[in-house]
């Protein structure tokens, strides 16, 4: 009992020695907290503008595809964040306003690393972000279509 207690306690020791010896490369910044600040420099304008494909029935499919073509290798599959990029299901993206989003991917944050997308048509664009506002949601919604009230 206590050398198991006492082995704990040197690994213990071991750890925080390793912690120390660590800390001043982490301490860099770059282990930060994403803080998906490029999304708030969004103009006004850009930020009210209306998605025009908003009642596209394909929209959130389509932009699935897209995702996987063009954004998954950073992004992760479903937009859950990897070595390269920040995940795209945190609160700041769900809230930001479709217009938000579609100004962000028309620009890019290219200086770090965040490419430009204005290559892609508009539409694919909005499809994207229809999609990007799907990855809140634990299962998707948007194969349940909503029956029209008469
Ligand atoms: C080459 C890697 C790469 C690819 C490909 C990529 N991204 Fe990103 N993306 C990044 C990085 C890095 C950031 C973080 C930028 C920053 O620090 O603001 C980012 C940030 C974002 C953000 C959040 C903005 C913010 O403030 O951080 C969104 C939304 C986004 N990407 C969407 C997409 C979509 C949609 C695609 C595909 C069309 C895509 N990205 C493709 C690297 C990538």
Redesign the pocket.
């Known amino acids: 009992m206590r050398a198991t207690l006492a082995l704990a306690i040197s690994l213990l020791g071991a750890t925080l020695v390793l912690a120390q010896v660590e800390q001043p490369v982490a301490g860099k910044g770059s282990e930060q907290r994403?803080d998906?600040?490029?999304?708030s420099k969004a103009p006004d304008k850009a930020r009210m503008r209306r998605n025009p494909i908003e009642g596209d029935a394909n929209g959130v499919a389509a932009g699935r595809k897209?995702?996987e073509q063009?954004?998954a290798?950073?992004?992760g599959a479903t937009g859950e964040g990897g070595k390269?990029?920040?995940s795209?299901s945190a609160r700041?993206?769900q809230e930001a306003t479709p217009g938000t989003?579609f100004w962000?991917?028309t620009n890019g944050?290219v200086r770090?690393?965040?490419?430009v997308?204005s290559k892609?048509p508009e539409a694919q664009r909005w499809q994207?972000v229809m999609y990007?506002r799907t990855l809140r949601m634990e299962t998707p919604t948007d194969s349940t279509p909503k029956t029209e009230a008469k």
Request: aromatic share 10%; hydrophobic share 55%.
């Open positions: 994403h998906y600040a490029e999304l897209l995702f063009h954004c290798e950073c992004h390269k990029a920040p795209l700041e993206i989003l962000l991917l944050v770090r690393g965040m490419p997308w892609l994207l990007l």
